[in-house]
């Protein structure tokens, strides 16, 4: 199976929508055939739904938008147990969680009940309503944005769903030749809600993805990596600029990324320079920098990148 050659074609196929964003795009790549949820952080207007509504027309899977508010509740998202009058029977109504590929938007806008329920989805890939559990599509992608200059009314994520996203991505403003190209294309009538005008073909179907998934889980991996995720892991756990490292969860994310970004490349082995590619996208959400860090100057990917710094590759 060419992994490498269909990789291509995905990103050739999503620049006819999306313009410049080849990292951001590379990690939701990475982590759909992972099998991780995103969590994509940028201001409003940088493209994180076309993104992901591209995505679900690439791999030939529904997606749902989910905008959450404060007064959002479970069953808002996961659905309800209906009486039908006709036949005196209850039958579930299913919410839009129910889906190939969720969007949440504003994740951080909803209180902790509603949290709870997209937290159960995100990591049984089930959702229980009435007491009766109810499985989820295959595959099933949570992709999740939250604006970080915005914190009114907004309920700050918890670190136990924190550690649940595979990736957490930052989508950053577009270069300015990316963004002259996207406005030339906006004033030729670029509609970004008709995406099959654009000429965007599916090249991927569920079965397909499936596929992949299961040869990616062939890779090699030398001990010599396995040794190595692990001393990440712990160097974060033992960094005095942090107050939470890496969970396990963590380390597994930092394989299962790394034989993925392998794949893509066209080998069949993982090599450290695999492992610090997708080290950040997998750390920076789940470690905490101390305050006293922060006055420093210190990010989350600073101190990360300081830590692949600090440790031997292995040969």
Not at 150 to 165: C, I, M, N, V
């Amino acid at each position: 199976m060419n992994i490498k050659k269909l990789y291509d074609a995905l990103h050739s196929e999503a620049a006819k929508v999306i313009v410049g964003q080849t990292s951001v795009l590379s990690q939701l790549f990475i982590a759909m055939i992972a099998g991780g949820h995103v969590l994509m952080e940028g201001v409003p207007g940088t493209g994180k739904t076309l993104m992901a509504k591209t995505l679900a027309h690439l791999v030939q899977a529904q997606m749902n938008r989910i905008q959450f508010t404060p007064d959002l509740m479970p069953s808002d998202i996961i659905g309800t147990n209906v009486f039908n009058m006709a036949t005196s029977e209850f039958h579930l109504r299913q919410g839009p969680i129910f889906a190939g590929i969720v969007l949440v938007d504003e994740v951080n806008r909803a209180p902790a009940k509603t949290q709870a329920a997209l937290l159960e989805a995100m990591e049984e890939r089930q959702v229980t309503i009435d007491g009766t559990e109810y499985a989820l599509p295959d595959p099933f992608l949570v992709v999740a944005t939250q604006n970080p200059v915005e914190y009114e009314g907004t309920y700050p994520l918890p670190e136990a769903q924190l550690d649940r996203f595979f990736f957490k991505i930052k989508v950053p403003y577009p270069s300015p030749v990316a963004e002259e190209e996207m406005l030339h294309r906006y004033h030729q009538g670029f509609n970004p809600h008709q995406l099959a005008a654009t000429g965007l073909r599916p090249l991927m179907s569920p079965e397909h993805l499936t596929a992949v998934r299961q040869h990616v889980q062939q890779m090699t991996v030398e001990k010599g990596i396995l040794v190595y995720i692990t001393q990440i892991s712990n160097a974060t756990r033992d960094a005095r600029e942090l107050f939470l490292g890496g969970s396990p969860r963590a380390s597994v994310a930092l394989l299962q990324a790394s034989k993925v970004h392998a794949a893509l490349q066209g080998r069949s082995f993982v090599t450290p320079d695999d492992v610090k590619v997708v080290a950040l996208p997998v750390y920076r959400h789940r470690i905490i920098v101390k305050p006293e860090t922060m006055l420093e100057g210190l990010d989350a990917d600073a101190v990360i990148t300081r830590i692949l710094n600090a440790i031997d590759v292995p040969r």
